[in-house]
């Protein structure tokens, strides 16, 4: 079976990255999976872009194969983007995806629904040795619910509500998710790509 290295230590983007590669015959494989202990790249870029050009690229100089990295994000209108790239660590050290999800709850007090709007975005970066690092950008249109509900996904999913659908993220199946994802509009862009990976 062909394979990818994932630059994530995210499990649950490396959980829905397996079942997107599964499909074209591709296994996977994150940095939580690799027998050595591969060092955290540290996320210090001011775009998506950036960040997951540090991570792509980093890990490939590492390896010297390969290497696909994901930076992604929630932006919030009525909060001028936030948390954006600082998504994963808005209420702080360490990574706490529930107490990020008060945070933005608390910060959305006072706002009603017609301006609870919002999108997850998602930059992909495929590094090669010796080409240069190539990007695509996936966004998911939506609100943020009044209160937390589901179990599915990670991060702000139990918040989030897709266009279209009356549930959260994480109340939908993952396999719904995945057909309408920031991370699944990235991944489409990218086809041809994968589909000429050795
Ligand atoms: O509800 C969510 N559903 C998603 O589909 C999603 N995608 C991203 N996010 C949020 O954005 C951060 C990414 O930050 P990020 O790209 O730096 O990743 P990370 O630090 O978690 O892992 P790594 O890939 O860097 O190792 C994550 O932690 C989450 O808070 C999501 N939340
Ligand atoms: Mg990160």
């Given amino acids: 079976m062909k394979q990818l290295i994932i630059a994530t230590k ?31 790249i540290e996320e210090t870029g001011s775009t998506f872009e950036e960040n997951a050009a540090l991570k ?53 007090e006072n706002v ?14 495929v590094s090669i040795p010796g080409q240069p690092t190539l990007f695509k950008k996936g966004s998911c249109e939506g609100k943020i619910a009044l209160a937390e509900s589901g179990s599915h996904g990670f991060g702000y999913d139990p918040i989030f509500i897709p266009e279209g659908y009356e549930q959260t993220m994480a109340e939908l199946e993952p396999n719904i998710k995945n057909k309408i994802s920031h991370r699944y509009h990235a991944m489409v862009q990218l086809e041809e790509w994968i589909q000429n990976l050795s």
Avoid: H, W
Wanted: hydrophobic share 40%; proline share 5%.
């Fill in 112 to 125: 009603q629904d017609p301006n609870r709007t919002a999108r997850f975005v998602c930059v992909l970066s």
């Fill in 56 to 108: 792509s690229e980093g890990i490939m100089k590492l390896l010297n194969i390969p290497v696909m990295a994901d930076d992604s994000g929630l932006m919030i209108d009525a909060l001028d983007g936030r948390p954006g790239i600082f998504s994963a660590r808005y209420a702080g050290e360490p990574k706490d995806d529930q107490a990020n999800i008060v945070k933005v709850l608390k910060e959305l």
């Fill in 10 to 40: 995210n499990k649950g983007k490396a959980e829905e990255f397996k079942i997107m590669f599964a499909k074209y015959g591709i296994n996977a494989i994150s940095l939580l999976e690799l027998e050595e202990d591969i060092p955290d």
